[in-house]
């Protein structure tokens, strides 16, 4: 972050799934042999997930072009092991739970039994890179107003076991169930930081520093903060506004740091709060304001939520592509609504299947381009 500009990496995961019955199909290995060549692709906690991770960039345009290429070489591996890729929070139709064979994720198995059969949501991570430790804690406390906007611009996974859950993100509920899956803490310095880690492994919560699963948090292995509140997105597009609105939010953070502004005091309650109303409502419901706990609509606190970062997006180049991006999005619709959209007009699973996967790669807009 030496110029202002944060450097940021995108990890995105995706459910495998028969493209007839829409069932989750347990291929990832088959999968991930098809890619050996590909760094950016590996396996996650269960046998139907895979999960991407592009390269650093500092321009959202190279984020854009990563995150297609990676979408295009899973779905063609997929595709080639009989079955489909699909960028949803929750796999549609129901999950089988077989645990990936690698001794960390079997061993997380074992400490927490009864999560397994929820387990294997998908999500969006978004690494950005602070220059300290103590300035990512810093970015974290003043992350915790903004995540239920974030996690309404991503809502995408409303649909378990066939059937509509009646949640925009039916991930969220799901995920929270883990002991470590909530807000982070308004921490004072990095002790304070370390010490919940720590204390979250000593009573059991978690295996590692790693298995801490706050919705933002220092990244255990990268010189980041990862924000992993999203679901992942149905649309690259959708993708590429989260990951503009993350990164203006950390640099804007920094720079309220540097100047020794306070952070914001947000109650927990109203912070879960905020979360629990993008979660079961998404983009076009009504939210809550994690600043103030006024009542409003999901798409005014995102409107908020870009007031806020504007000057970091200038700053960076980015402000016409997120505002690009934003009224896209506002027009064709959340990833919740585009789901179930695609399922009204769907007679049965194999077609909201190929549609899902078509978005996923990306051939809707292949096809809008060329007409």
Do not use: K
């Amino acid at each position: 972050m030496d110029d202002g500009r944060g450097t940021v990496g995108v990890e995105e995961e995706f459910v495998l799934v028969d493209p007839r019955s829409g069932a989750t199909a347990a291929a990832a290995p088959r999968v991930l042999a098809q890619l050996a060549d590909e760094p950016g692709v590996m396996a996650e906690f269960l046998r139907f997930q895979v999960e991407t991770a592009t390269e650093v960039h500092r321009s959202l345009p190279q984020v854009r072009a990563d995150l297609i290429r990676l979408r295009h070489r899973v779905a063609e591996a997929a595709e080639h092991v009989g079955c489909v890729a699909l960028a949803t929070g929750v796999a549609p139709f129901g999950r089988a739970s077989q645990v990936t064979a690698d001794p960390r994720f079997r061993t997380l198995a074992a400490r927490f039994p009864a999560l397994v059969g929820e387990a294997g949501t998908c999500a969006c991570h978004i690494h950005v890179g602070v220059p300290s430790r103590a300035a990512g804690v810093a970015v974290l406390t003043r992350l915790r107003p903004w995540l239920g906007a974030l996690l309404a611009v991503s809502a995408n996974s409303p649909y378990v076991d066939g059937l509509d859950s009646g949640w925009a993100s039916a991930r969220y509920p799901l995920w929270s169930r883990w002991p470590t899956a909530r807000p982070p803490g308004e921490w004072r310095d990095v002790g304070d930081y370390d010490a919940a880690v720590e204390g979250a492994i000593r009573r059991g919560q978690a295996l590692d520093a790693r298995s801490v699963y706050f919705y933002a948090r220092l990244s255990p292995r990268h010189p980041t903060v990862e924000v992993r509140i999203a679901d992942v997105c149905l649309d690259v597009a959708d993708a590429v506004l989260l990951t503009g609105l993350v990164r203006g939010l950390v640099v804007t953070a920094l720079a309220e740091q540097r100047r020794g502004a306070p952070p914001p005091r947000v109650p927990d309650a109203l912070a879960e709060r905020a979360l629990r109303a993008a979660a079961r409502y998404g983009l076009a419901g009504p939210g809550v304001d994690g600043l103030t706990g006024t009542p409003m609509a999901h798409e005014e606190l995102v409107e908020d939520l870009l007031a806020y970062v504007r000057p970091a997006l200038r700053a960076m180049g980015d402000l016409d592509d997120v505002l690009a991006a934003w009224c896209a999005l506002r027009s064709r619709g959340g990833g919740a609504e585009r789901q179930r959209a695609l399922r009204a007009e769907s007679g049965t699973p194999a077609e909201f299947v190929a549609h899902l996967a078509a978005v996923t790669r990306g051939e809707d807009r292949e096809r809008e381009a060329a007409q």
